[in-house]
């Protein structure tokens, strides 16, 4: 799945409705805003989210087809982008 379909947008978005459905997105899905018995699962789609985000908002300057490419080597995308943006966002969604 590429990251624009995890986001639930079009490829020709706007940054400020790729914003918008991360953050609809990511209070749906995030780890700390779960059950015990869903955090796994929730932190899963959470990485993927964060992961489809950070594809599409650091392209600048890059092809769309540039940013799938790089998205598909999700493992070590998703450790790397979940490891630096894990913190601001937790921040992001706990300043609303």
């Not at 986001?7 to 459905?21: H, M, R």
């Not at 749906?28 to 796994?40: F, S, T, V, Y």
């Not at 789609?45 to 087809?65: C, D, I, N, P, W």
């Amino acid at each position: 799945m590429n990251p624009y379909q995890v986001l639930g947008v079009e490829t020709s978005a706007t940054p400020e409705e790729i914003k918008l459905a991360f953050r609809r997105k990511a209070k749906e899905c995030h780890p700390d805003l779960q059950p015990p018995e869903k955090k796994a699962e929730a932190t899963e789609k959470f990485k993927r989210l964060t992961a489809a985000y950070e594809a599409v908002l650091s392209g600048a300057g890059y092809s769309r087809q540039d940013i799938l490419d790089v998205f598909s080597h999700e493992d070590a995308l998703f450790t790397a982008v979940y490891a630096i943006a894990s913190y601001w966002i937790y921040r992001l969604l706990r300043s609303k």
